[in-house]
Nanobody, 124 residues
Framework: QVQVVESGGGLAQAGGSLRLSCTAS????????MGWFRQAPGKEREEVSC????????YYSDSVKGRFTISRDNAKNTLYLQLNSLKPEDTAMYYC?????????????????WGQGTQVTVSS
C-alpha cells in the first residue's frame, strides 16, 4: 500500500521561509517522478514544482520560480520543498504527488498518488 505523507507546513510572515517534506512508502521511490501542488480556497489546484527521479531535472511554475526549491533524497525516500521569500498569495494547502512522467515544460504528468496535504499560511 502506497502512503504519501507531507509535513512542515505552518504559519510564516511575508518574506519568511518554510521547508516542506514528503515521505513516500510502499513504492520504489527513486524511480518515481515527484511533485508539489497547491490549492488555495476557491481556486483550482495548481502545480508548483516537479522533479525527475534522479533529481537532475526540475520544473517550477512562474509564480514560484526563483523563490522555491525542490529537492529529493532518494536514500531517505523523501522529497523537499524549500519556500523562501513567502508571499500572502502562497497561502494554500500543499500536496505531494507521485507521478509517472516529467516534462521540463509542463512538470509532472500521469499523477498516481497523493498525500493529504500540509497547510501553509503566510501573513502580511
Amino acid at each position: 500500500q502506497v502512503q504519501v505523507v507531507e509535513s512542515g507546513g505552518g504559519l510564516a510572515q511575508a518574506g519568511g521561509s518554510l521547508r516542506l517534506s514528503c515521505t513516500a512508502s510502499g513504492l520504489i521511490f527513486d524511480v518515481n517522478v515527484m511533485g508539489w501542488f497547491r490549492q488555495a480556497p476557491g481556486k483550482e489546484r495548481e502545480e508548483v514544482s516537479c522533479i525527475s527521479w534522479s533529481g537532475g531535472n526540475t520544473y517550477y511554475s512562474d509564480s514560484v520560480k526563483g523563490r522555491f526549491t525542490i529537492s529529493r533524497d532518494n536514500a531517505k525516500n523523501t522529497l523537499y520543498l524549500q519556500l523562501n521569500s513567502l508571499k500572502p498569495e502562497d497561502t494554500a494547502m500543499y500536496y505531494c504527488a507521485v507521478a509517472k512522467t516529467f516534462s521540463s515544460a509542463y512538470g509532472c504528468g500521469s499523477l498516481r498518488y497523493w498525500g493529504q496535504g500540509t497547510q501553509v499560511t503566510v501573513s502580511s
